[in-house]
């Protein structure tokens, strides 16, 4: 009888700790379950706020490319050159106004979308179905792509361009200072300034002879692992520039994006027309512009290699950017004759007269060099790029498209060839 009770507190023991382990793995399996739905639950939701930042990424893309095709509307053509995209958050603003789960804004702001109120007489204090909800958001910044150099110099049909723009890249990267760049390329070789030129120029050119009649275009890439061949087409995209040789990321840090986090920092592009803006154009594309324009005709020198000069410059186009803040150049023959005799220009001359600067002596650019910039400046633009963000909660979804405000495509024309879609031409679109 003993033996047989303690056989069944045995059996009893077992029982129970069989019990015990099956409810520490159902344990560790709920809680395991628990963690995966909630890890399942929170891909889930980072998708879902993904998605919806994607769109509003999307909808200031859209909302911009509106905002550029009003560039030819009879409100904005009475500000003449005015770059107004360069206002692009405040224009946009009414559309980023927080609204509750009813779609009625948080607040009663009636000053909301004053910008479009004083321009077009739009009164957005009383609009329905504008505006975010709470952890919502869009940003947009539009860049001026016909402001920096075009690098597709190789696909420019007139001569005078073409080697202006040739003139122009070699100006902007002949100072000193970028030596010790060009004698340690991404290779571990030295290259001179002028091949580093002739590359950009070759890869664009629809030919596969090299710039100056050299050999081949081909002897250096097909000795690469893997090798590979020049496009003989044009850029379709700034990161193409890494195929070249000569250049990395310390020529991408000099040249292209000085500022990663300020797109208007760029100083060459891939999209546009092959014209500057002088408008839009910084100080230094500018005076690369110049200075390959000037000459002395006493000397048949360039009078920008001389420092003096190179500082006077700068110091006239530092006063042209501070005028043009307000009036912007409505011909390119007004700036180039202010350049080459700043006494010609009354604002000028009153700006230099309230500093108590001396006068400075102009740039001499001669009649048919002046003739000659008419062809690659301009006043205004008509390719533009767009960065747009948006966000919703963590998640942030970033699109890059350039847009040809203005194309002279007849697939974008309406039958009657009459009226341009509203929108213009996406030439590029990429998303991260």
Not at 29 to 56: K, P, S
Not at 373 to 402: C, D, M, P, W
Request: hydrophobic share 40%; with cysteine; net charge negative.
């Amino acid at each position: 009888m003993k033996r047989n009770a303690d056989k069944k507190r045995l059996q009893r023991g077992m029982a129970l700790l069989v019990v015990l382990i099956t409810l520490t793995i159902l344990s560790a399996m709920t809680v395991e379950f628990i963690e995966t739905n909630e890890v399942y639950l929170a891909a889930a939701f980072q998708h879902r706020d993904g998605v919806q930042a994607e769109y509003l990424a999307r909808s200031g893309v859209n909302l911009s490319r509106l905002l550029l095709s009003l560039q030819g509307t009879p409100v904005l053509q009475s500000i003449g050159s005015y770059p107004f995209w360069k206002f692009a958050d405040m224009l946009l603003d009414p559309f980023l106004v927080p609204i509750g789960d009813d779609g009625q804004p948080l607040d009663d702001d009636e000053q909301r979308g004053g910008l479009e109120r004083e321009m077009a007489n739009i009164n957005f204090s009383t609009a329905e179905g504008l505006g975010l909800k709470e952890g919502q958001s869009f940003s947009v910044t539009i860049v001026d792509e016909e402001s920096k150099f075009n690098l597709n110099v190789g696909t420019l049909t007139q001569p005078a361009r073409r080697d202006a723009t040739l003139a122009s890249l070699m100006t902007l990267v002949e100072s000193p200072i970028y030596d010790e760049l060009f004698r340690h390329t991404p290779e571990g070789d030295s290259i001179e300034r002028e091949d580093v030129i002739g590359e950009i120029f070759d890869w664009s050119d629809p030919d596969q002879d090299k710039l100056g009649g050299a050999a081949g275009e081909e002897n250096y890439y097909a000795h690469l692992t893997p090798s590979y061949r020049r496009k003989n087409a044009p850029f379709d995209s700034l990161q193409e520039l890494f195929l070249l040789h000569g250049i990395g990321d310390d020529f991408w840090s000099a040249f292209v994006e000085p500022n990663p986090e300020n797109p208007d920092s760029r100083v060459m592009t891939v999209w546009g027309t092959g014209k500057v803006n002088i408008n839009t154009a910084n100080s230094q594309v500018l005076l690369a512009t110049l200075c390959q324009l000037a000459k002395d005709e006493a000397t048949g020198q360039n009078p920008c290699l001389d420092l003096t000069t190179q500082w006077n410059v700068m110091f006239l186009l530092q006063q042209f950017l501070t005028i043009r803040t307000f009036i912007p150049a409505e011909d390119v023959g007004s700036f180039l004759n202010m350049i080459s005799d700043p006494s010609s220009d009354p604002m000028l001359a009153m700006m230099m007269a309230m500093s108590g600067e001396v006068a400075l002596v102009g740039l001499p650019m001669s009649r048919q060099a002046k003739n000659e910039a008419r062809t690659f400046l301009a006043t205004q633009s008509e390719v533009f790029s767009i960065y747009a963000e948006g966000e919703v909660g963590n998640a942030v979804k970033r699109i890059h498209a350039v847009v040809h405000a203005n194309p002279r495509d007849p697939d974008m024309l309406d039958p009657q060839k009459k009226i341009m879609l509203a929108g213009g031409k996406v030439l590029y679109w990429r998303m991260e």
